[in-house]
């Protein structure tokens, strides 16, 4: 299924750096998510957005900065992380935001140095 | 808010054996219910949803049904593969996000 995908799949990055996650759906969906998957912890839900509007923010620290440009589009740019944000970052996407079965991409393995 | 508990893991099992994974909710009014997998290495893939109370949800040989006299929804496969192994997480919908359990892991040997 490559109904989302995300890239690159592995990232090792230095604490000082500066990158970006991507993600991209081709469900024609409107709502789109981030996730954290950290070892030995519940899946923890980032940011939602629906029609390219940020519809929730879990108190996330103001080094991850997403972006959705389109309804197909998600980015996750990250700077000046700690080497606890090293994790499996997940995407999803759902037809819209309440009620729908979300579906997932392959998620982005980061490494923070 | 609503909340999902699953079994500790992991679960160990032989080929061909008798699955079972239990999954409890607390939540204001019947939210829908899902049982989502990770194969070793990629994202979550959504195994089976029941969106109202007795509905039964079922895909690749699982099931399971929405009970909110008990307030369970627990997985179930009759007999289990070592393509089966994996990490299998309930969750249900709270508003507009999905709120997940812990994971559990299940190993199959053969």
């Known amino acids: 299924e490559t109904g989302v995908t995300q890239t690159p799949r592995h990232l090792v990055m230095g604490m000082t750096n500066k990158k970006s996650l991507k993600c991209e759906q081709h469900l024609g969906h409107n709502a789109m998510y981030w996730y954290k998957q950290s070892a030995k912890k519940p899946l923890e839900l980032m940011f939602v957005?629906?029609?390219?509007?940020?519809?929730e923010n879990n108190s996330v620290p103001s080094r991850f900065s997403p972006e959705c440009p389109n309804s197909s589009h998600l980015f996750l740019h990250l700077h000046t992380l700690q080497p606890e944000d090293s994790a499996l970052y997940l995407c999803?996407?759902?037809?819209?935001?309440?009620?729908?079965?979300?579906?997932f991409g392959p998620g982005t393995r980061l490494t923070v140095t | 808010g609503n909340s999902v508990t699953q079994m500790e893991g992991p679960v160990t099992l032989s080929e061909e054996a008798f699955l079972t994974i239990n999954c409890t909710y607390t939540?204001?009014?019947?939210?829908?219910l899902f049982w989502y997998v990770q194969y070793p290495g990629e994202g979550l893939q959504l195994l089976l949803k029941a969106t109202k109370a007795d509905d039964k949800g079922s895909n690749k040989g699982f099931e399971a049904t929405y009970r909110k006299e008990t307030t369970s929804f627990h997985l179930e496969k009759g007999s289990v593969q070592v393509s089966d192994s994996a990490v299998y997480f309930c969750a249900l919908i709270d508003g507009n996000k999905l709120v997940f359990g812990a994971g559990t892991i299940l190993r199959v040997k053969s």
């Open positions: 999803a996407s759902s037809q819209e935001v309440v009620r729908y079965e979300q579906y």
């Open positions: 939540a204001t009014g019947y939210p829908s």
């Open positions: 957005y629906s029609l390219e509007e940020r519809v």
